[in-house]
């Protein structure tokens, strides 16, 4: 069956200016996560979504970032006035729950690179 | 605030050579931990996980990984490695009852030469 899927694979942008990263979740997963991706570094926590809500989003770095999953399938990550330091692979991740041994199924990514 | 370490940042061995990458943990307590592994131009994936239990877990491809509670520690051993093998290791954890957000190494990039 198909994977999740993160769309774009690639975005430019100029500092200042807002991006939207979409994330669709293999179906039937109703937890949801995303993470970040500094090169040479491992992925950072962001939030995790089961359903529609927000269970933890204490890894987002500030409040121009911000997350949302109106019917609990797929989710967009929001950045407002990007910053150069936002550039980074940002990684989406499914699971059939929200419990620890349920495995994580990661997408394929997006980079963003903010000039 | 809990952390993962992974001293060997690149990794190069011959096909047949041994591997072992270290991964060490600081947290006091109770851990899932997990080993991830990222091909070249692939998604991540699991390679093996630990909840409890026997200490010594096997994954796919021949790659096991020991708990040693004592030590923090959760290696990454594969007796022989192939070229197939040539990869980015990463080793994570979840905080029991934390949650199900990772908390990922630096990762280890691994070349196997032929």
């Known amino acids: 069956g198909a994977g999740v899927s993160q769309t774009p694979s690639n975005k430019v942008t100029e500092k200042g200016k807002y991006v939207e990263l979409r994330c669709d979740p293999i179906?039937?997963?109703?937890?949801l996560y995303w993470y970040r991706q500094s090169l040479g570094q491992g992925p950072e926590f962001l939030i995790y979504f089961q359903g529609t809500g927000a269970a933890d989003d204490s890894g987002l770095p500030n409040d121009r970032f911000f997350a949302v999953r109106p019917e609990g399938s797929v989710s967009t990550l929001k950045i407002q006035r990007t910053e150069r330091g936002d550039s980074a692979m940002y990684l989406c991740?499914?699971?059939?729950?929200?419990?620890?041994?349920?495995?994580?199924?990661f997408g394929p990514g997006t980079r963003l690179t903010v000039l | 605030a809990q952390s993962v370490s992974q001293h060997n940042h690149h990794v190069i061995l011959s096909e047949a050579a041994s591997l072992e990458l270290g991964c060490n943990y600081s947290y006091g307590g109770t851990v899932n931990l997990f080993w991830y592994v990222q091909y070249p131009g692939q998604h991540l994936q699991l390679l093996l996980k630990y909840f409890s239990g026997d200490p010594l877990v096997k994954g796919i491809k021949g790659f096991e990984a020991e708990f040693i509670k004592s030590k923090f520690s959760f290696n990454l051993r594969k007796p022989s490695v192939q070229w197939s093998d040539t990869a980015e290791y990463f080793c994570a954890l979840i905080l029991t009852g934390g949650g199900n957000k990772l908390t990922f190494g630096t990762g280890t990039q691994l070349k196997v030469e032929l």
């Open positions: 179906s039937g997963h109703t937890a």
């Open positions: 991740a499914s699971s059939f729950g929200l419990a620890g041994y349920n495995e994580q199924f």
